[in-house]
């Protein structure tokens, strides 16, 4: 009679993982918040505008009605509530993923979309808009207006898919 393979049991999660997801979630939470705050009530780049920081860097005002880079803008006086809904389903998601998963790496970006995520659903629900003010240039070319939350969320999408796939490299090497 021949042994049937044990069943695989999912890996637990490390109380350094989740301890390194909460830190996560909460300095990206915090540090957006705040430089919103310094942005707006003590620097007061709503009254100037646009300001030069260095060659290729401006603190440039803007309001973002719409979603991530100034997309599906035209949902009317719905879109706030449409984006807080959505962006906060998403949350729980990721923050159950932070909870959950054994990789140190996937809780930390997951933990960082979801911080990032949670800054920009205070922001519409404070102000109607998201506070973007980060504006990179060079040589004529101009990316969008951002703010550490949308930082926060670009990264942590960009370590989640790599992680991912040296993930499955190694899986791979070690299954050959």
């Known amino acids: 009679m021949r042994d049937s393979p044990k069943p695989r049991v999912p890996a ?5 993982t989740l301890v390194a997801g909460c830190v996560t979630f909460l300095a990206v939470l915090i540090a957006d918040q705040l430089s919103k705050w310094w942005i707006l009530d003590i620097y007061r ?5 646009s300001v030069a920081i260095m060659p290729g860097l401006n603190f440039t005002m803007v309001w973002n009605h719409a979603v991530t880079f100034g997309m599906l803008g035209g949902l009317g006086r719905f879109g706030p509530a449409i984006f807080c809904a959505v962006a906060l389903i ?8 932070t909870i959950r998963t054994p990789r140190m790496v996937v809780a930390i970006a997951s933990a960082g979309i979801a911080g990032g995520a949670v800054g920009n659903v205070i922001d519409r629900l404070r102000f109607g808009a998201v506070v973007d003010f980060i504006h990179a240039h060079a040589f004529g070319w101009s990316w969008y207006v951002f703010n550490v939350a949308d930082s926060a969320i670009v990264c942590g999408v960009v370590l989640w898919i790599a992680d991912t796939i040296l993930a499955d490299r190694r899986a791979a090497k070690r299954g050959h």
């Open 12 to 16: 637990r999660p490390r109380p350094a």
């Open 90 to 97: 998403a949350v729980l998601a990721l923050l159950a993923q």
């Open 45 to 49: 780049l709503p009254v100037k505008q």
